[in-house]
């Protein structure tokens, strides 16, 4: 059992790191080519994201950013329980265009061909205000040592 779990984990990352060596190519961006700031120090944006994520996220990912139990192992239907966004989890893994656009368009765009999943695509239901204000939230409670990381990633990422 723990060894089919190692598998899953690791075909599961496998799939992640093919699909996450597209995100630089494939991956939509708002019509204006830029995405609003995200900024987890400013307190009018987290709180308006704090809203945000409890009425449109917490039912899924947790209502303190938890995730779904055993999120890296697939359910019987193929798909993933909704991950974790806050340390434990590889929501910082991604810079902000990244996680911006997963929220905006959902997964299917960015994954490997044939890959489900429940997450919806909230272009039509927040704007790109709201999706930047959920992100801030999301960054606002990760520890520093992990959003010095993800800053470095952004810097990164803008090359």
């Known amino acids: 059992m723990k060894r089919t779990r190692w598998i899953a984990l690791g075909v599961t990352l496998l799939a992640a790191a093919g699909g996450g060596a597209a995100w630089q190519?494939?991956?939509?961006?708002p019509a204006s080519g830029a995405i609003p700031p995200i900024d987890p120090g400013n307190t009018e944006q987290v709180a308006l994201g704090r809203d945000i994520y409890a009425?449109?996220?917490?039912?899924?990912h947790g209502t303190r950013l938890e995730g779904q139990p055993d999120w890296q192992v697939r359910l019987p239907d193929g798909r993933l329980p909704a991950p974790p966004h806050d340390a434990s989890g590889h929501t910082w893994h991604h810079p902000d265009s990244q996680l911006f656009a997963m929220t905006k368009?959902?997964?299917e765009p960015f994954a490997p061909k044939g890959y489900e999943s429940d997450m919806p695509a909230f272009r039509d239901i927040l704007t790109d205000t709201e999706i930047a204000a959920a992100l801030a939230y999301i960054k606002s409670?990760?520890?520093?040592?992990i959003r010095q990381r993800h800053d470095a990633l952004n810097r990164t990422a803008k090359k």
Do not use: T
């Open 55 to 60: 009425a449109q996220c917490a039912a899924c």
């Open 141 to 145: 409670r990760w520890p520093q040592d």
């Open 25 to 29: 190519f494939a991956a939509p961006s």
């Open 105 to 107: 368009y959902g997964i």
